[in-house]
C-alpha cells in the first residue's frame, strides 16, 4: 500500500484558481481541505474528494481546521478591482486581515509551509517591462491589500520562522474563469459574447497588452510548492513570458470560432496600465515553465464555455452577483 500523501488547505477552493488547483492537488492523491465563503465562489466547482467549510478567512474558528494541515494554499480574496476601489476598508478586512488570520492560523499549527496569492497588480505603476519581482510600485486598494499581505509573509518569515511563498500571477485564464460577473475577464466576455450573438466589447483601442497565463501552468507551479527548497520564501511572477494586445487575442478568438464580427469600442477605462509582463526568470530558475500556448488554451476555454452554455448557465451572466463597474474587462 502507498504512503498517503500529506493533508492540503486551500482557502478560495470555490473560486477559479482554487478549484483547478484542488482538482489537481486530489488528482495527485493529496487529501485537501478546503474554505471559502461562497461570496464570488460556485459550490458545485469544488471536487467533492475535498473536505469542504463555508466560512469566511477572517473567522477565529477557521484555527481548527489547520490541525495537521502540512502545506496552506492562500488564494481566497477580495479580487475585483474596481469594487475594490470603491471599498477599500472591506478590501482591507478581507485582503490583509483575513491573510493575517490565515497566516497566524498557520503559525499556531506549525503547518510547514504557507503559499499565498499576492498580484502582479503590485507592478500597476511599473515603468519596467518585463517586470522584475523587485518592483513594487502598487496604486490601488487591491494592489496595496496584496502589498501589505506580501510585507505581512516577510515579517512572519523573519520573526516566527516560517516558510512562506508569495506569487504574483499575471493574467490567469482557463476553465472556470468567472463569466459570471457583471463584466466577465475579457477572453470570457469575448466568447461569450461571440458564441450567444451578443455585440463583443473592447474598451479602448484594444492596443492594451495583458501577459495571459493557463490556469494549469499555474498550477504546475503551485505542485512544485508544495516540496521544493528553492521557492521558500520566495516570491514569484507566474506569467507566460510574451503578452499579446487585447485586439490580437480578440482576433486569435474570431479565428478559432470561425467567425468574423466587428466589435463595438468602448471608451477607455481611466487609469489602467497600458501593458504588462512578467519577468518569469526567478520561476523557471525553479525548473517551471510555462506548457500551454495562447491557441490551445483559448481553445479549451472556447471548449468550456460552449459546455457551460449548453448547461443553461451563461444565461444568467451578469445576474448572478451584484453588479460592479465597467472597468472589469481586463483585470490584473
Ligand atoms: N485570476 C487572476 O488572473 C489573478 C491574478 C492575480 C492574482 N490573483 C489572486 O489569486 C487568488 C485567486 O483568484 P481567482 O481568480 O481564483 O479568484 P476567484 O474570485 O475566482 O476566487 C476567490 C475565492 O475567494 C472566496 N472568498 C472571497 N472572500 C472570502 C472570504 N472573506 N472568506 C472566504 N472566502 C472568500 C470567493 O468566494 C472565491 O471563491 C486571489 O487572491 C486573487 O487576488 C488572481
Redesign the pocket.
Known amino acids: 500500500m502507498g504512503v498517503a500523501k500529506r493533508k492540503v488547505l486551500v482557502?478560495?477552493?470555490?473560486?477559479?484558481?482554487?478549484s483547478n488547483l484542488a482538482d489537481r492537488l486530489v488528482r495527485e492523491g493529496y487529501q485537501v481541505t478546503g474554505?471559502?465563503?461562497?461570496?464570488?465562489?460556485?459550490l458545485e466547482q469544488v471536487p467533492g474528494e475535498v473536505d469542504f467549510h463555508k466560512?469566511?478567512?477572517?473567522s477565529p474558528k477557521l484555527a481548527e481546521l489547520f490541525e495537521g494541515v502540512d502545506v496552506v494554499f492562500h488564494?481566497?480574496?477580495?479580487?475585483c478591482v474596481s469594487d475594490c476601489q470603491l471599498r477599500p476598508y472591506e478590501t482591507a478586512d478581507?485582503n490583509i486581515l483575513?491573510t493575517v488570520n490565515i497566516f497566524e492560523a498557520a503559525r499556531t499549527a506549525g503547518v510547514r509551509r504557507v503559499v499565498y496569492?499576492?498580484?502582479?497588480?503590485i507592478y500597476e505603476g511599473t515603468k519596467s517591462l518585463p517586470t522584475p519581482e523587485t518592483d513594487f510600485t502598487p496604486q490601488t486598494f487591491y494592489a496595496i491589500s496584496?502589498a501589505a499581505d506580501h510585507l505581512f509573509a516577510k515579517a512572519y518569515q523573519s520573526f516566527c520562522g516560517m516558510k512562506m511563498v508569495g506569487l504574483?500571477?499575471?493574467?490567469?485564464?482557463g476553465p472556470r474563469?468567472?463569466y459570471r460577473r457583471a463584466v466577465p475577464?475579457v477572453m470570457s466576455a469575448f466568447i461569450i459574447n461571440l458564441l450567444t450573438g451578443r455585440e463583443p466589447r473592447i474598451f479602448g483601442d484594444g492596443a492594451k497588452r495583458r501577459d495571459f497565463i493557463h490556469v494549469d501552468d499555474v498550477n504546475d507551479f503551485h505542485l512544485l510548492c508544495i516540496e521544493s527548497e528553492g521557492v521558500v520564501n520566495g516570491v514569484f511572477n507566474l506569467g507566460s513570458g510574451v503578452n499579446h494586445s487585447i485586439q490580437e487575442i480578440y482576433d486569435l478568438t474570431c479565428e478559432l470560432l470561425g467567425t468574423k464580427v466587428a466589435p463595438q469600442y468602448l471608451p477607455d477605462v481611466p487609469g489602467e496600465a497600458l501593458a504588462n509582463l512578467g519577468d518569469i526568470t526567478r520561476a523557471r530558475s525553479v525548473g517551471w515553465k510555462p506548457r500551454v500556448n495562447l491557441e490551445s488554451g483559448l481553445r479549451g476555454l472556447i471548449e468550456y464555455i460552449r459546455t457551460e452554455i449548453a448547461a443553461g448557465n451563461v444565461a444568467g451572466a451578469g445576474t448572478l452577483q451584484k453588479p460592479v463597474t465597467e472597468d472589469d474587462s481586463v483585470?490584473?
Open positions: 482557502t478560495g477552493v470555490a473560486g477559479f484558481i482554487g474554505v471559502d465563503d461562497l461570496s464570488a465562489g460556485i466560512a469566511d478567512i477572517r488564494l481566497a480574496a477580495k479580487n478581507v483575513g496569492a499576492e498580484s502582479s497588480a496584496k504574483r500571477y499575471l493574467n490567469v485564464y474563469q468567472d475577464p483585470r490584473v
